[in-house]
Every structure is written in C-alpha cells, then in structure tokens.
C-alpha cells in the first residue's frame, strides 16, 4: 500500500511539473517570440501610455467620437418582449434613417471593439459636424480602420472603435 502512494504521489508531482510548470512555461514563451503584441494583450499605447486594447471596446459617448455597441450585456432572447421594448427605445433615440441592427443591440459580452461598417456610416455626419470636418474626411478614417474580409458573399468586415477614435484625434 505505501508503495502504491508513494508511486501515486511522484506521479502527480511529475505531472505537475511537466503541465503546470514546463508547459506553461513553453506555450508563454513560444507567444511572446511569435506572437508579442497579441500575447500581451494587443495593447495600444501613446505617448501618455496605455489607451486601450485592439481586442476590448471603450465607451464613447461624445458627440465627436464613432460610438461603439450599447454597453449593457443583454442575454435576452431576440424574441422576448423586453428586447423589443430597448430596441424600439435606442431606435427612438436615434436620429438616422436606417438604424443598422448592431447599433441598437447590445452584445452579449457588452466589449465589442468593432462595429458594422453600416453603423459606422450612421454616424459620418454626427461626427463631422461636431469636429467642423468634411463627411469625405470621416469616411475615409473609417474606411481606413476597417478590418476583415469580404469573399464573395460572406463579409466579415468590421470597424474597430477606437482605432477611427484616435485617428479622429490625430487629424485635428
């Protein structure tokens, strides 16, 4: 019997090393040679420092800012009564004339960086306005920061948030 928890014991410590520590160790290290920006959190950093990450959506609320995704998580149902009462509020609130869907849903995680290039336009005129620009001068910010791919029918294009943000600032 004490042979058995003996061998039981140093196989535990083994695997303990070989998986909590040497793995751990590999993995981190292969992340921070291939891969350093993401392994580091895709941070985005200025002269102040840390503005954000590429990865995790701010809330802007300014009128001269590209707006991201209603904050607050909504785990309901697309079908349920309380959703269609917020939907039809944030549309309300809105002074559009096609309301693109993802800017009146909130995500399910409520840190969505990136936005539909439909909703990103939505705002063109708001945001020139606001910073005496040209709606030509926004939509080529936008268009700048637009990420993904379109291949034939599947679009998976998107505008990330703060990227159009601080290129808005830097154009000042």
């Known amino acids: 019997m004490k042979k058995i928890m003996i061998a039981s014991l140093k196989s ?14 590999a993995v981190t290290a292969v992340g921070q040679v291939l891969f350093p920006a993401q392994a580091n959190g ?3 950093k200025e002269e102040t420092g840390i503005i954000g ?3 995790i959506g701010q809330s ?8 991201g995704r209603p904050e607050k998580v909504s785990q309901l149902s697309p079908v349920s ?6 939907i039809e509020k944030r549309v309300q609130e809105l002074d559009v004339e096609e309301v693109p869907i ?3 849903t909130a995500s399910a995680s409520g840190i969505d960086p990136e936005i539909s290039i439909e ?3 939505a705002q063109v005129e708001r945001i020139a306005t606001s910073r005496n620009m040209k709606n030509t001068q926004v939509h080529a ?10 291949i034939g029918p599947v679009d998976s294009r998107r505008v990330n948030v703060l990227g159009v943000n601080q290129s808005l600032d830097k154009s000042k």
């Open 102 to 104: 993802d800017f009146v």
């Open 60 to 67: 802007f609320s300014e009128e001269n800012y590209l707006h």
């Open 81 to 86: 009564k309380e959703q269609k009462t917020r």
């Open 42 to 44: 895709s941070l985005i």
């Open 12 to 25: 535990i410590l083994l695997f303990t090393i070989i998986c909590g520590v040497i793995y751990t160790v």
């Open 53 to 55: 990450s590429k990865l």
């Open 141 to 150: 910010i936008i268009k700048q920061n637009i990420t993904g791919l379109k």
């Open 119 to 121: 909703a990103a336009m």
